[in-house]
């Protein structure tokens, strides 16, 4: 069996087994159970991308872009990609070997096709902090001929990958260096829109496609250490869920969605089975990747795991996202966990009108949020900072925490605040009997007795202090009816509740001095 997959590669034929995809496995990878079935893999390799429009498939790779025909044939072959966008190029190159800085090194990355025409991040990526060029490149898809070009460097993200969205007209890029929101672009004007905010990390993006079908993104990715590369489901609200994992011989790069299967470049075009990515459920909403001490990991739980060992404060979530903020005053910062977090994505809107600015991270315990206050709250120069935190540390999410050590973290962060002349509003915990995803832990009587230092610290101290707690809490300290779904977080009805609570205290709080 091996010696005849093998035979058909040497061919140049395509391959097709499902058995010879599982011969890439080892037996010490992890993940091995989540690989999915191959149907097919390309006889041509390729480095960073693939697209299709139904009868040709297009391949890029550094400085290449290559159409070949149903059966692997070349149809056109750009060797000169860059053609007439880099006239600049000399003048850039002195001006940064003057810095002691490398010259532009040039490359194509993660393409699409569509309407006759072949979409492609070009850059001069060096580093997450030197991406000086970035453009998006536009191609004949009939004979690879260089059509144009639009320059997107002053929007200060790296591109890596493009996605056209016909239904909307659209297209999506995804950023090696930004791991919580995909940068969207109008199709006919270039112009940026409303990025796509994600409710889970995904470092190291790589290649983006949208399949019309199913009305969702796929997304590539690389593992930290590029032994696993991963492909994820994304949907058009920002739900992020892992669809599978594959070993690496290479980086996991580009991949399309448009022909209702998912074909991911990884050296090869891999094709695997269309039922791969249907019927695909989000990670459950408020889902706060609490790991386990004993027993074995689930899927997305490893995700979890993987992410705060790349990032465990999630500084990545809004580190570009407050370089776009301009200075404005009286600006309000809500900083919390995903209480705060999910407040605009319940059904009701975040303060329509208001100078407030949502900075919560689902999950967070107040030592993740005490590490990123700096960036996400002291650099916004806020005139208040509305902070609600602590259910998470009660919870275990990083391992075991006594009230003492979140009460120190809190003190620490209104400390800071004041420090940097920001009011205060500290935030009563929100009432639970029981978190989900921990049932050994009983929360109602921690809760109480956080609370109850909360209010005298913030009283001994000239700190607003707003009470959600009577608001929603019931006889055996658990959510109201009708304010929660699953005890733990807020609905619309929840919020609704709590808004005029938050808006009280900051008028209070804008009345004391800084």
Not at 216 to 238: H, I, L, N, R
Not at 284 to 299: Q, R
Not at 342 to 370: C, H
Request: hydrophobic share 40%; proline share 6%.
């Amino acid at each position: 069996m091996i010696k005849t997959w093998k035979a058909r590669l040497m061919a140049g034929a395509m391959c097709v087994g499902i058995a010879a995809y599982a011969i890439a496995q080892t037996a010490d990878d992890p993940d091995a159970k989540l690989i999915p079935p191959a149907v097919a893999m390309s006889p041509v390799t390729a480095i960073q991308g693939y697209a299709t429009d139904g009868t040709l498939h297009y391949l890029s790779s550094t400085s290449e872009i290559i159409a070949y025909d149903s059966k692997w044939n070349v149809v056109w072959d750009n060797k000169t990609p860059f053609a007439d966008m880099f006239k600049d190029e000399p003048a850039i190159n002195a001006s940064r070997k003057a810095e002691g800085l490398p010259e532009l090194h040039k490359h194509v990355g993660d393409i699409d096709a569509y309407d006759g025409k072949i979409y492609a991040p070009v850059e001069s990526y060096q580093s997450c902090q030197d991406n000086v060029v970035q453009k998006i490149a536009v191609y004949s898809a009939k004979d690879g001929s260089f059509l144009s070009f639009t320059d997107i460097a002053q929007y200060k993200h790296e591109i890596s990958s493009i996605a056209v969205v016909p239904s909307k007209g659209t297209m999506y890029v995804t950023s090696f260096c930004e791991s919580w929101e995909i940068p969207q672009y109008d199709l006919k004007t270039m112009q940026p829109l409303e990025p796509l905010k994600l409710d889970t990390a995904i470092p190291k993006m790589q290649g983006i496609s949208w399949s019309e079908k199913r009305k969702m993104f796929v997304v590539t990715s690389d593992s930290p250490a590029q032994k696993v590369g991963y492909v994820w489901g994304v949907t058009p609200e920002g739900h992020v869920t892992l669809l599978f994992t594959a070993p690496q011989t290479g980086e996991m790069e580009g991949v399309d969605y448009t022909q209702d299967q998912i074909r991911y470049l990884l050296k090869h075009v891999w094709f695997l089975d269309p039922e791969v990515g249907r019927d695909v459920k989000p990670l459950p909403a408020g889902w706060n990747w609490t790991i386990p001490t004993t027993g074995e990991l689930t899927v997305n739980q490893a995700n979890g795991y993987k992410r705060l060992s790349y990032d465990i404060a999630q500084l990545e979530r809004y580190r570009h996202e407050n370089e776009r903020l301009t200075e404005q005053k009286n600006r309000v910062v809500f900083y919390g966990d995903s209480i705060t977090d999910a407040w605009d994505r319940k059904g009701t809107e975040f303060f329509p009108g208001k100078n407030y600015v949502n900075r919560g991270i689902s999950g967070q315990t107040t030592a993740q949020m005490l590490i990123r206050f700096r960036q996400d709250v002291i650099d916004l120069h806020p005139a208040v900072v509305v902070i609600l935190a602590g259910t998470n540390d009660i919870a275990g999410n990083l391992g075991p925490s006594s009230l003492k050590m979140a009460a120190d973290n809190i003190e620490s962060m209104v400390q800071l605040a004041r420090a940097n002349g920001i009011r205060v509003v500290l935030c009563s915990l929100l009432p639970a009997d029981h978190y989900n995803w921990r049932p050994d832990v009983k929360p109602a009587a921690y809760i109480r007795e956080m609370n109850s230092w909360m209010k005298k610290y913030a009283a001994d101290k000239g700190v607003v202090y707003v009470d959600y707690y009577s608001a929603l809490a019931n006889a055996d300290g658990g959510m109201k009816e009708g304010t929660s779904k699953d005890g733990v977080h807020p609905t619309a009805e929840g919020y609704a509740i709590m808004a005029p609570l938050a808006e009280a205290g900051i008028t209070a709080a804008m009345k004391k001095k800084p």
